[in-house]
């Protein structure tokens, strides 16, 4: 191994998924250390209505170009995928939303990162306005990290 600095090309293209995540717990823990209380995040979450043409090359390309936000610094975790409805007892209030993007990142300065990032910008360009049947809805919000505990 390098020396694991996280901005170090050579220690990014060597470093497990476990590390990663390893990797992003300390931030979060350290944190919490210099706060001196729980440690927070922000949580960014955007639900999409795809047009009913959608195909499953369009939806393979959102994904893969969600996923490849991951590099910008300050995300700690970075979700896409479809909404459901699949038990008897989940009643479907949708709405018409047919994936869900969920991002938490270190910090709002973060956030303003994500927002402002080129890549950010080309894959919302790209990936995500094409398949839109309506605007999206995005919200964002500040909150304690609690770890569940099984």
Not at 137 to 149: L, P
Request: with cysteine; charged share 20%.
């Amino acid at each position: 191994r390098h020396h694991g600095r996280q901005n170090c090309k050579y220690c990014m293209q060597h470093t497990t998924p476990t590390q990663t995540i390893n990797s992003k717990l300390q931030i979060i823990l350290s944190l919490q250390e210099t706060t001196g209380g729980m440690p927070t995040a922000i949580e960014h979450i955007v639900l999409l209505k795809a047009r009913p043409d959608v195909t499953p090359d369009d939806i393979e390309r959102l994904v893969t170009g969600v996923n490849s936000l991951k590099s910008i610094p300050g995300i700690i975790t970075i979700t896409v995928g479809p909404t459901f409805v699949e038990e008897q007892w989940m009643s479907d209030r949708r709405d018409g939303y047919t994936h869900c993007l969920s991002c938490r990142l270190i910090s709002k300065d973060a956030l303003r990162v994500y927002q402002d990032h080129p890549l950010h910008a080309k894959v919302k360009t790209e990936c995500i306005v094409p398949i839109l049947a309506a605007p999206p809805v995005a919200v964002d919000y500040e909150a304690e990290i609690v770890f569940g505990d099984g």
